[in-house]
């Protein structure tokens, strides 16, 4: 599966996708949201939780860019 495949997967899909081939790598938190990071074939999945929902509210899928850099700075923490 490619990203834009993943992409245009409806939102109960990509929960099934991310579960099935998802390789967990990281969390990150917000007062907002609570975000786990995952890699599925050359892409990366962040799901995103509402606690006041306790609800996944969204997956989003992509490649590079802002969205994988707080979890940059998060692991950078770690070493």
């Known amino acids: 599966m490619n990203l834009n495949d993943f ?4 939102l109960n899909k990509r929960i099934e996708v991310v579960k099935k081939q998802g390789i967990y790598l990281d969390s990150h938190f917000t007062t907002k949201e609570r975000c786990n990071l995952y890699a599925i074939d050359m ?7 509402s606690p006041s929902a306790n609800i996944i509210a969204e997956i989003r ?6 969205t994988l850099n707080k ?7 770690r070493i």
């Open 7 to 10: 992409n245009n997967l409806d």
């Open 43 to 49: 892409f990366f999945a962040e799901v995103v939780y």
């Open 61 to 66: 899928g992509f490649k590079i860019g802002e």
């Open 71 to 77: 979890y940059s700075i998060d692991l950078s923490n």
